[in-house]
């Protein structure tokens, strides 16, 4: 077997065959999973396989795919009211950086209010980030972002067409 696990501090599941752990891999209690990504994710066959795993372990899913290359404050506070609408309770991103940012932006939103820009990081918005955030799984399918283990999101602020940076160590990947 060549699935390995590595842990600093995000769970690092990794190697061949890992998206076959994703049901063991769940978090405790949580019955109902938010897949975030982008359109062009959700017809590859990685991403079909993903829910067949979740499937197969008896766990329920929401796909959301409206996240762009640059996912904006829109696009993730969409996110965050669906996820609360259907009922979720834990955030699964899986793509690039964006797909994975945008989760980690909507797992922020899912329970801290306002807009998104409110948490810019250049005007303290890290300090009113609390830890209630519902956990987070980060599968990425591109290297080189390193998004998967951040802890910090960057949207696209719409009325300033200006990006915004949102930090903190509570938005660290679960796993």
């Not at 978090?27 to 062009?40: H, I, Y």
């Not at 591109?142 to 719409?158: C, H, Q």
Request: glycine share 12%.
């Amino acid at each position: 077997e060549m699935v390995h696990l590595f842990s600093y501090p995000t769970r690092i599941v990794f190697g061949i065959g890992a998206l076959e752990f994703i049901g063991k891999e769940a978090p405790a209690g949580c019955k109902k999973a938010f897949l975030v990504t982008d359109p062009g994710m959700v017809n590859l066959d990685v991403f079909r396989t993903l829910q067949a795993r979740l499937e197969q372990a008896g766990l329920a899913y929401v796909v959301f795919s409206g996240v762009s290359p640059n996912p904006t404050s829109v696009e993730v506070e969409n996110g965050a009211r669906v996820f609360n609408e259907t009922g979720c309770d834990w955030i699964v991103g899986m793509g690039g950086g964006s797909a994975i940012d945008g989760a980690r932006g909507i797992a922020l939103m899912a329970r801290h209010p306002g807009s998104i820009i409110d948490y810019d990081d250049s005007k303290g918005g890290a300090d009113r980030i609390t830890a209630d955030i519902p956990p987070l799984y980060a599968i990425p399918t591109t290297a080189g972002t390193g998004s998967e283990v951040g802890r910090s999101t960057v949207v696209v602020d719409p009325v300033t067409n200006r990006k915004v940076i949102v930090f903190s160590p509570f938005l660290i990947s679960t796993v």
